[in-house]
């Protein structure tokens, strides 16, 4: 099965900080890497589908990248209502795996 | 709009049973692929099960053999029947709507499964 190692599990930035996160899978999953965010106590909420592509609806301040088996996940300017728990997700052979998830707080 | 509304979770002891419904409206079960992805108190996400169009079903290893998802076209809802459950098991179960078999676009708010006794 495919591992997916997300980094860094925590930080915190400031308002306005660019804000960036990494997931690195143990194999090649060309592009089928998703990015959620999950405020608390709240189902978690698409952001980033097929590694690049930003969900409807979603500000344009995040954005994806990457293929392979490394990703990136960035918010160009921070702002309070990010704060968030955010997850990456892949699909490799009818089988899906989350990263363990990086918490955001504003400093 | 789609909605997804789960229920059926609670606190039941190990070794016990429980059925998770996820009842649909705006989409319609039958033609989409559905999931189960549950979280344990303050940890991460964990997917379950997925049902295909078809009849295909897929689990994570953690519980093959002991889960079942399952569906109602008639009632457009989905279920998880939950046997043999263990402490680890306890966690919030979320349905979600698969979208080209590689991501969750529409999930429910969740229900709450309690293993212990």
């Known amino acids: 099965d495919i591992q997916m190692t997300q980094s860094p599990s925590s930080l915190s930035a400031s308002v306005g900080d660019r804000v960036t996160i990494t997931c690195q899978a143990s194999?090649?999953?060309?592009?089928?890497l998703n990015w959620y965010q999950q405020k608390s106590g709240k189902a978690p909420k698409l952001l980033i589908y097929d590694a690049s592509n930003l969900e409807t609806g979603v500000p344009s301040r995040f954005s994806g990248s990457g293929s392979g088996t490394d990703f990136t996940f960035t918010i160009s300017s921070l702002q309070p209502e990010d704060i968030a728990t955010y997850y990456c997700q892949q699909y490799d052979n009818l089988l899906y795996t989350f990263g363990q998830g990086t918490k955001v707080e504003i400093k | 709009e789609v909605q997804l509304v789960e229920s059926g979770g609670g606190l039941v002891q190990p070794g016990g049973s429980l059925r998770l419904s996820c009842a649909a409206s705006?989409?319609?079960?039958?033609?989409?692929?559905m999931s189960w992805v549950r979280q344990a108190p303050g940890k991460g996400l964990e997917w379950v099960s997925v049902i295909y169009s078809g009849e295909s079903t897929y689990y994570a290893d953690s519980v093959k053999g002991r889960f079942t998802i399952s569906r109602d076209n008639s009632k457009n809802t989905l279920y998880l029947q939950m046997n043999s459950l263990r402490a680890e098991d306890t966690a919030v179960y979320y349905c979600a709507r698969v979208r080209s078999a590689t991501n969750f676009d529409y999930w429910g708010q969740g229900t709450l499964v309690t293993v212990s006794s």
């Open positions: 194999q090649d999953i060309s592009n089928y």
């Open positions: 705006g989409l319609t079960v039958s033609i989409n692929y």
